[in-house]
């Protein structure tokens, strides 16, 4: 639900835009305010999630999200869809962490743990495109407030398993928030997110871009200072200091760079230069989300036996082919001939990357520190995916716009756009490539490591 809301309404904003008078300046914060909230709290809302019970604040976090969700498709004006969309964001800044946490204590046998990652990576990776696939077809047939509604039943149905079924956890030796870290750490991610996306519109070197990303620079190695000094810091240093969890933390990152910004372009492909309807455009990425459903069963099985290494190294390597195969991409291609194939081998690599990834992010974590070291996973995604998305539409909109004026043309054409998509999906091959060689250098657990975490977990009491 939460990766399924970053892209919901993606689709449907066209008709938000229309239906809610938000100009053109303004309609990207229908997104930007979802993942500002959402990018910059979730360290703190992993330390909550620690602290104040891990069960208690994911059925917290749910309830709030299904409220704000229940408010942004009542909304009646511009401001209060962005206000619900932030609140969202907030409730998500606690819900994602909390949810990978329960999974890291819950359960402890390697094989039902590797499971366990399996499902939640195939529901990270298949989220966005899902999320494509509904956003279309409830613009289509019902109305784009049901983006938003759509989120009320989901959670009341994961409010009613979880209370039966899942066992309250928390760090018992409650040593502190670390407000000075949590302040400071937020406002930094806050203010890094902002400029990023003050950049889609004034450019990287733009003022104010340049202002809130120095700014947010300072802010964070400010907090690096107060965690290195604090006693009950709000990220334990040591987390990152394991190779492992550092590397997957680094490719995280990169990942989230590299792939978010997919999305976006296949979208506006399918619609603005095939000519396909939202509803048609939203189920061009079904084969993509079978392929992460079918590569996360599978490393499920091979997790534990050979480690998650290879496992996603295989998967840098599935995608970074699907997206070199889109350089085929013209104004005239069929979707079967020149896509489906890319969708399949993308589809495959997501599954094979976000499970092991998952996996190794929180290996050896203990329990006190489950909390906060899956925040740092999902924070370094979002984060990723707002500096990617950014980035590669700028690269896309500079190649448009250098297609344009080296033929002359009056104005963008499917070519032009074309143009942009593919140096856009050429970045993300190689950011991805980038990616899979942190992850190749840093990472180097085994199966035996995954199936045996007693011995290498190294594992601390709460400093």
Known sequence: MVILDATIVNIALPSIQADLGISDADRQWVVTAYTL????????????????????????????????????GLAANAGLLYAARGLQGVSAAVLAPAALALISVTFTDSKERAKAFAVYGALSGGGAAIGLVLGGALTEFASWRWTLWINVPIALLAIALAIPFVRESRTEARTGYDVPGAVTVTLGLLAIIFGITRAESEGWTGTSTLVFLGVGLVLLAIFVVIESRSPHPLLPLRILAN??????????????????AIFLFLSYFFQGVLGYSPLESGLLFLPLTAGIIVSAGITSRLLPIIGPRFITGGGFAFTIVGLLLLQRMSENSTYIGDI???????????????????????????????????????????????VGVAFLNTIATSATTAYIVANQLPGPNGAALVEGFTTGFLWSAAILLVAGVIWLVLVTMTGKDMADDEVNADRQPPM
């Open 37 to 72: 909230t959402f990018g910059g709290l979730l360290l703190l809302g992993g330390r909550i999630a620690d602290f104040a019970g891990r069960k208690r604040m994911f059925i917290v976090s749910l309830v709030a999200f299904a409220a704000a969700s229940a408010v942004g």
């Open 243 to 260: 190779r492992n969890r550092g590397g997957a933390y680094l490719a995280s990152f990169f990942i989230g760079v590299g792939l978010f």
């Open 340 to 386: 489906l194939p890319s969708m399949i081998l993308v589809g495959l690599g997501i599954g094979f990357v976000f499970v092991p990834l998952s996996a190794t992010a929180l290996f050896g974590v203990g329990d006190a520190d489950a909390g906060v070291a899956s925040a740092v996973l999902n924070a370094a995604q979002q984060v990723g995916g707002s």
